[in-house]
């Protein structure tokens, strides 16, 4: 999944953090919540405001992430 036009990153929104097509929802607010047990569709049924591609698009961002992290440890 190509995130580029999903994720964005905003100075000044909740402290630059990966945000969800500029809302205030970051892609560590759904990495918690599905963390903590929630499904894709539990997440929907909360915030009707996203999408299950915003969801994919920061489960890919925190892959894609994750591995240039590890990348650069090795």
Request: glycine content about 8%; some cysteine.
């Amino acid at each position: 999944m190509d995130y580029k036009q999903i994720i964005t990153i905003e100075p000044g929104k909740r402290g630059g953090k990966p945000c969800i097509r500029g809302m205030r929802i970051t892609v560590s607010d759904i990495l918690g919540w599905m963390a903590s047990g929630m499904t894709v569709q539990d997440i929907l049924a909360d915030f009707d405001e996203l999408t299950e591609e915003d969801i994919y698009a920061a489960l890919s961002f925190a892959a894609d992430r994750e591995n240039k992290v590890y990348k650069i440890a090795i």
